[in-house]
């Protein structure tokens, strides 16, 4: 509080100087006085109300407010020196209005990513694709009832994080209001659920938190911070991560201007004990290894329209826009979605379109990692054409029109050497149906199923009724096999039938009659004689079947 108040009283006497003429003799003093209380009173509730960062810098509209009343107050030799103050803070100001014209160089640069070609393999013995986090956080409402003295409460926001190797969605229970904090004083925990299982149940955890974003006065979580770092320059929302031991911590990310208060670039985060108000800043090299999301979802979609829009500067981005590519506002959070890694590191996906309009064709998509900021941009193969995620949405919509289904959270997988986009699809309510994939260079190939796994089988059969080949992840091998089949399951899908096998040596194949038509035939008991991808899955894909007594 004293930083504040020092800062206040700093501006008012200065500011009371230059209003002040010092032509008025006898009242000067008590003009002085006057001006100086009143605007360090208005000083102080501005940059407290507002939790302005106590720079000089952010003092620049007030300064050419101030030094132009002052100059038409005072006279002679006075004025001069008032208005050579004025075209000063004029200068200044200007110099901070326009600079968005020049600094477009520097902040391309700030936000300029590694750019490779291949798109990322998919694992698949893992889940693809989290639950989409409207549906979570409807499962969380639906569990509300868990809060004790509920009325005083409502949910925060969502986001996801891995914790003890699981990945789950976290959201504070926060104030409903100002009467509400004033008798509670603090909230009583937060909701995870699982972020990868759509049948897993809400858990509230008790927690004490005093210092929140919904709380007022000295005790709100952003004002708290801001007394703590005055002149620090955040980006963000706060956002709570907990520790593997379920201690909650709020975090927010700060850094500093790319140039005349214009731009930003993230270099570290503050973490606060929300019940004791401790706090600590961190660079991004040091944070704290629970720590999932150090870089804000908001910093790095700033970065991104960065890297899209100024490749050639300010000017291009507006008039021929050549090689501008423009950052999709599809993401979950803040125009991005998180996704984790194959070692558990978590990532903002973000893809690019073209900026001419009526044009869904994806010209690469960005994954930035979460802890560093270090951005990879790819392109993948450039002599195709890949659907951008508005596209994929577009054709989620028309599949389930009549039911008013849409999708959310797309994202993009190398499924079986086929650039996919997997997304969640959610009916009017909110609620979790179905999972949908659709080729990003094939839309008319698609699938979908009651989990991801379920939509992934799918798809593979999709991609051999379009003509695709199913040569499995990058990761996959062609093998030859034979054994005596123990059991036999068919599955009519359209026109063909999907045919799942399984051996003696008990592994089990999955292959469809249209690539194979006389797999219809297979029975237990028969010979046979495999080449499949060792993909790793429980039913391995099957390119060629060879029944003996058949050929």
Known sequence: MGNILLFALLVGLVSALILVPFSKKRKFLMLLITAVVLITIGTFACYYLFNLDRNLSSLWPYAILVTLVGTAFAVGKERIVKGSLFLLALV??????????????????????????????????????????????????KAFGQVPKTSYYELGNLQIQKVNGE?????????????????????????????????????FNKSEMVYTPSSFFNKNLERHIRMQYPEAIFYGDTQLEIDDEGKPYYIRT???????????????????????????????ADVPEFIDGAVSPEAVSLQNSYYGNYIHGFW???????????????????????????????????????????????????????????????????????????????????????KKWYGEMPIIYNFYGEASWLSGVLDSNGFLQNYFIVSAANPEISAFGASPNEALRKYKTALQHGGGTVDGSSKSEEKQGNGIV?????????????????????????????????????????????RYMDTGETFLPVKELKIQGLE
């Open 254 to 284: 700060f850094g500093e201007f790319v140039s005349a208060r214009n731009g930003f670039e993230g270099t570290g985060i503050v973490v606060v004990d929300p019940e004791s108000g401790k706090t600590k800043a961190y660079a991004l």
């Open 486 to 530: 123990l059991r036999v399951y068919k599955e009519k899908t359209g026109d063909y039938t999907i045919v799942s096998i399984l051996l003696d040596n008990k592994k089990n194949y999955i292959i469809s009659s249209e690539t194979n038509p006389l797999a219809i035939y297979v029975k237990e008991g028969d010979q046979v004689d495999l």
């Open 167 to 203: 990945y789950v969605y976290i959201a504070p229970v926060e104030f409903s209001g100002f009467f509400k904090w004033w008798s509670g004083g603090f909230t009583p925990g937060y909701f995870t659920v699982s972020a990868t299982d759509s049948t897993a149940n809400p858990k």
């Open 92 to 141: 200044v100001g200007v110099y901070f209005m326009i600079a968005f014209l020049f600094n477009a160089e520097e902040k391309y640069q700030s936000a300029k990513m590694t750019e490779k070609t291949e798109i990322s393999t998919f694992d698949e013995k893992e889940t693809p694709a989290s639950v989409p986090p409207q549906f979570a956080r409807n499962k969380m409402k």
């Open 316 to 402: 291009n981005s507006v008039f021929s826009k050549t090689d501008v590519k423009l950052p999709s506002d599809e993401g979950t959070e803040a125009q991005v979605s998180p996704i984790f890694d194959a070692n558990g590191d978590m990532y903002y996906f973000t893809d690019f379109t073209s900026p001419k309009e009526g044009v869904d064709s994806m010209l690469g998509y960005a994954l930035t990692n979460s802890r560093t900021g270090e951005a990879t941009f790819y392109t993948g193969d450039l002599e195709e054409s890949y659907m951008d995620s508005e596209g994929a949405l577009q054709i989620i919509e028309k599949k389930f029109i009549e």
